[in-house]
């Protein structure tokens, strides 16, 4: 019986924490302060607006202006989404050994719509991905798992013949939630330490390493 393995995008499948960074850095321009390197805020980029707005101009929700700061950054981004932005290396040759042994498989991503899928298709994904859940296409973002369950049903498969990888705890928490066996994506924007906190079912430090411990999970 086919199973399906479900993704998180940023930081699991590609690296899109350069594109993402240039917008947190226009929004310093902005502000009139020096960009920050890349490094200070590359492991934020998990989180999102939300993360970048902390690391690029040090405020949270509860700030006055926050929202209008992450509308800007959000415009910014999405005049920048496919520059800078690559799979990471092993995805492709991952992906098709998927294909060959017979596994369908798809993404489930906190990055809403509107930004996701014109990258799934810059990178040559939307041909064989067999469904792509935004944060905005369930009702709930993740760590809820119902963005999981809207792409075990949509494809047709129930929650227990699906597999789910991520590189932050949000991603485990929602494929536990969902009743999903769990690998932590370690080689992502998370820290390796912590990925092992996280309880998931198995933890990849490679790329190269997802295969095998997507077969030994079924």
Not at 9 to 31: K, S
Not at 66 to 90: K, S
Not at 154 to 174: H, M, N, S, V, W
Request: net charge negative.
């Amino acid at each position: 019986m086919s199973k399906l393995v479900l993704f998180d995008f940023d930081g699991t499948l590609a690296d899109t924490a350069p594109d993402m960074a240039v917008a947190a850095n226009r929004l310093r321009e902005r502000q009139g302060l020096p960009p920050l390197p890349f490094e200070a805020l590359r492991g934020v980029t998990s989180q999102g607006a939300r993360g970048f707005l902390r690391a690029s101009l040090g405020i949270e929700p509860d700030h006055p202006d926050y929202e209008v700061h992450r509308q800007q950054f959000l415009a910014d981004y999405a005049e920048h989404l496919t520059v800078l932005t690559r799979l990471f290396p092993g995805v492709p040759e991952l992906l098709q050994a998927l294909k060959t042994q017979g596994f369908r498989w798809g993404i489930v991503t906190n990055k809403v719509e509107y930004l996701a899928l014109p990258i799934v298709r810059f990178l040559g994904l939307d041909d064989e991905c067999a469904i792509t859940v935004g944060g905005d296409t369930a009702g709930h973002p993740k760590p809820h798992p119902a963005p999981l369950f809207y792409a075990a049903e949509k494809t047709g498969f129930l929650p227990d013949q699906c597999i789910y990888i991520g590189d932050d705890e949000r991603d485990i928490l929602a494929g536990k939630a969902a009743g999903m066996p769990t690998i932590a994506a370690a080689y992502g924007y998370c820290e390796p330490a912590h990925a092992a906190s996280w309880q998931a079912d198995a933890v990849a430090h490679q790329v190269d390493e997802l295969f095998d411990h997507i077969v030994r999970l079924v």
